[in-house]
């Protein structure tokens, strides 16, 4: 069994910046593809950016290009999402998760979950 768990949200000015992370166990990361999601209050969760298996190859919403980066750290087991000039719009409940296939931008194509961790930006 995979278990994720995120790290590093909080409460951040607009225009600031977190780095959230997700925290894989088990010796199967480098077989997963990774990916962020987001839930808004009141809204469906959307897809935010994935990651290959190697962290050579990396897809974003078009909503956070140029302002998130999503990164691996394969010794570490984690996943990174750095998140820079943020907006009140991006204030959700932040996932992170895993895919057997690379590219995957829909929730059923990922097998496993964490928990998420709260980002709220004020204006």
């Known amino acids: 069994q995979v278990q994720l768990v995120e790290s590093g949200g909080g409460l951040v000015q607009a225009g600031g910046s977190l780095r959230l992370s997700c925290a894989v166990s088990?010796?199967?990361?480098?077989?997963?593809?990774m990916g962020w999601f987001r839930q808004a209050p009141g809204k469906e969760r959307e897809f935010v950016a994935t990651i290959g298996w190697s962290g050579a190859w990396t897809y974003y919403a078009d909503s956070v290009k140029g302002r998130f980066t999503i990164s691996r750290g394969n010794a570490e087991n984690t996943v990174y999402l750095q998140m820079n000039s943020l907006k009140p719009e991006d204030t959700a409940v932040y996932y992170c998760?895993?895919?057997?296939?690379?590219?995957?931008?829909?929730?059923?194509?990922?097998?496993?979950w964490g928990q998420g961790t709260q980002v709220t930006v004020s204006s």
């Open positions: 088990g010796r199967t990361f480098r077989r997963y593809a």
């Open positions: 998760a895993a895919a057997d296939l690379p590219g995957a931008t829909l929730e059923y194509q990922y097998k496993y």
